[in-house]
Nanobody, 113 residues
Framework: QVQLVESGGGSVQAGGSLRLSCAAS????????MGWYRQAPGKQRELVAS?????TTNYADSVKGLFTISRDKNTMYLQMNSLKSEDTAVYYC?????????WGQGTQVTVSS
């Protein structure tokens, strides 16, 4: 059973930083793709950052240069710097093995201005 569990969310003032973690029940290198998504109230879920099995990373334009995705054997991370109020959302961890997607339960990030 593949499980993903996020942690690290919370409340922070604008300009602050947070580091999200996604603990996997299997090696992160088992996933073809892993990503961080977020969903703000009334908006669609969007892909924020992703990392492929070979290590290639991609970022949404809105977070380039501010967020960094990384992983070690069992955990994926999202370092978020210079946070803005528009970064407020529930952040979800996703992992894909072949064509099957696995999701974490989400962690709330609230940025106050």
């Amino acid at each position: 059973q593949v499980q993903l569990v996020e942690s690290g969310g919370g409340s922070v003032q604008a300009g602050g930083s947070l580091r999200l973690s996604c603990a996997a029940s299997v090696s992160t290198f088992s996933f073809n793709f892993m990503g961080w998504y977020r969903q703000a109230p009334g908006k669609q879920r969007e892909l924020v950052a992703s990392i492929f099995s070979g290590g290639t990373t991609n970022y949404a334009d809105s977070v380039k240069g501010l967020f960094t995705i990384s992983r070690d054997k069992n955990t994926m991370y999202l370092q978020m710097n210079s946070l803005k109020s528009e970064d407020t959302a529930v952040y979800y961890c996703n992992g894909r093995i072949f064509n099957r997607d696995y999701w974490g339960q989400g962690t709330q990030v609230t940025v106050s201005s």
